[in-house]
């Protein structure tokens, strides 16, 4: 649902997806053109991000440096414990992540996309994604992705069900746990909004997509 918000908005969108999704791709990809914006989907602990078969595509302080210059969503467990504030330290823009796990409620008998237990996580998820390719700043996409959470939850607070009990305590602490790292005045500016401009690539990649448009920081340019 990401990729396609991206395309929508006029985004060149690469994705890295299974075997793709490795450090040496990765790097070869973010140095090779101007990547704004990744969102990353994966598994992870505190120092961490993991991609296929959960093999390892870069942890804190080892390989980590491959971020600098992005904004970035990881949907990813405890990774904002270390490794988010260790990219940022090597440069990155600012992230959005989690610092306990991410936690995503699925019930098995139904797919993905047909399981109404999952509507609510995907919402959110989708909201910070188009937050961020909308040109938002870091506190309007965090204040985003709260709020989402909150609406939700006031919206199945009447409903009599257990599992609806369970999505709610999950969206609370999803939202109790959701945390923003680095500058406070830099956005992108989506492609759409661009006229003779040049603009750069996003991108995607494994369990996550990165996605380009124009890196601007408010004392420059404004939205």
Request: hydrophobic share 45%; charged share 25%.
């Amino acid at each position: 649902m990401g990729l396609e918000e991206a395309k929508k908005r006029g985004y060149t969108v690469i994705d890295l997806v299974d075997e793709d999704c490795t450090f040496e791709i990765l790097k070869e990809t973010l140095e090779s053109q101007p990547i704004d914006i990744v969102v990353a989907l994966g598994h992870g602990n505190s120092d961490t991000f993991t991609g296929y078969q959960q093999q390892i595509v870069f942890r804190a302080c080892h390989g980590d440096e491959v971020m600098n210059g992005t904004i970035s969503h990881f949907l990813s467990c405890i990774v904002g414990q270390e490794l988010l504030p260790s990219i940022i330290t090597k440069g990155a823009i600012w992230t959005v992540g989690y610092q306990e796990s991410f936690n995503f409620m699925i019930d098995t008998s139904f797919a993905v996309e047909e399981d109404p237990m999952a509507e609510p996580f995907k919402d959110v998820t989708v909201a910070i994604i188009k937050a961020i390719l909308d040109g938002h700043k870091l506190k309007q996409v965090w204040d985003i992705g709260i709020a989402k959470c909150d609406e939700w939850i006031a919206k199945l607070w009447e409903r009599p069900e257990i599992e609806w009990a369970e999505v709610i305590s999950t969206l609370k602490h999803d939202r109790d746990c959701m945390i923003g790292l680095g500058s406070e005045e830099a956005y992108v500016m989506p492609p759409r909004r661009l006229a003779m401009i040049p603009m750069s690539f996003p991108l995607m990649f494994g369990f996550a997509f990165l996605a380009v448009g124009t890196l601007i920081y408010q004392d420059v340019v404004a939205p």
